[in-house]
C-alpha cells in the first residue's frame, strides 16, 4: 500500500505565477488535510477536505488560495499570483473514514518563488 | 483555540543516553489526542507516539515514553538509549476530539535534537 504521495517535491515559480500541488491519498483514504511550514515553524493547519466537500478551511488565506479533492483524482491546492511569502513546504496529509483514525503525511512539497 | 509551546528550540543528547523534550499545550477542552511526531531531514513527518486525553497510563512505543500530565497540561516526550538515527525536528501537536469538529492537528514549533556520537 503506497504511502500519501505529492508531487512536485519541488516546485520553483516567479511571482506571478500559478502554483499547483497534488496530494494522491493513501488507497482507501477519503479524507485529506493539508498544512503549510515555514521556515523554523510547526506545521500550520490550512484545509480539511473530504470528496467533493471542503469541511474546515479555517486557515485557508482568504485570497490567492484554494483547494480541492474531486471524486476520481488527487486533491489539489492552489496558489494564484504567488508571493514570495508563499515560499514554504507544504504537506498534504489522509486518513480513512471515521473518527479515531491515524492520519498518514506525504513528504510535502518544498514551493521556492522567485 | 488550541495551543501548543515547545520551550527548547535545540537540544542535544550522547549516544545511547536519555532525553527528555518538553511540550505544553493550552485548552478547554476535556477530550483530545496528543502526538510526537519526528521530522528527519528527509522532511517526512513520521508519527512517534500518541496519547488519549482520557487514559492515565502513559503510552509508550520501544525506546520513546511520554509523560503526560493533564492537570498541568505537559506532554513530554522521553528517548531512551539515543541513536544516531534519533537526531531530527520533533513536534508535539494536539488534536480535538470532539467529534463533528476539525480533525486538524495543532503544532508546536519543535525541537531540533541533536544525536553526539
Known amino acids: 500500500n503506497a504511502g500519501v504521495m505529492q508531487n512536485p517535491r519541488h516546485l520553483v515559480r516567479r511571482r506571478g505565477q500559478e502554483a499547483r500541488l497534488r496530494c494522491s491519498p493513501m488507497?482507501?483514504?477519503?479524507?485529506v488535510y493539508w498544512y503549510r511550514q515555514l521556515p523554523e515553524e510547526g506545521l500550520k493547519f490550512m484545509v480539511y477536505?473530504?470528496?467533493?466537500?471542503?469541511?474546515?478551511e479555517s486557515g485557508m488565506p482568504k485570497e490567492r488560495f484554494s483547494a480541492e479533492f474531486p471524486k476520481e483524482g488527487p486533491s489539489i491546492l492552489r496558489i494564484q499570483q504567488v508571493v514570495r511569502g508563499d515560499s514554504a513546504a507544504y504537506f498534504c496529509?489522509?486518513?480513512?473514514?471515521?473518527?479515531?483514525?491515524?492520519?498518514?503525511f506525504g513528504q510535502g512539497t518544498r514551493l521556492t518563488v522567485v | 483555540a488550541q495551543t501548543v509551546t515547545q520551550s527548547q528550540p535545540e537540544m542535544s543528547v550522547q549516544e545511547a543516553e536519555t532525553v527528555t523534550l518538553s511540550c505544553t499545550y493550552d485548552?478547554?477542552?476535556?477530550?483530545?489526542?496528543l502526538f510526537w511526531y519526528k521530522q528527519p531531514p528527509s522532511r517526512q513527518m513520521i508519527l512517534v507516539i500518541r496519547?488519549?486525553?482520557?487514559?492515565?497510563q502513559n503510552a509508550t512505543e520501544n525506546r520513546f515514553s511520554v509523560n503526560f500530565q493533564k492537570a498541568a497540561k505537559s506532554f513530554s516526550l522521553k528517548i531512551s538509549d539515543s541513536q544516531l538515527g534519533d537526531a531530527a525536528m520533533y513536534f508535539c501537536?494536539?488534536?480535538?476530539?470532539?467529534?463533528?469538529?476539525?480533525?486538524?492537528?495543532?503544532f508546536g514549533k519543535g525541537t531540533k535534537l541533536t544525536v553526539n556520537p
Open positions: 496529509a489522509s486518513s480513512p473514514a471515521g473518527w479515531h483514525t491515524e492520519a498518514f
Open positions: 488507497k482507501g483514504h477519503s479524507h
Open positions: 477536505l473530504q470528496k467533493e466537500n471542503i469541511i474546515d
Open positions: 485548552t478547554s477542552e476535556s477530550d483530545y489526542y
Open positions: 496519547q488519549e486525553a482520557y487514559k492515565q
Open positions: 501537536a494536539y488534536r480535538s476530539d470532539n467529534q463533528g469538529g476539525s480533525e486538524k492537528l495543532v
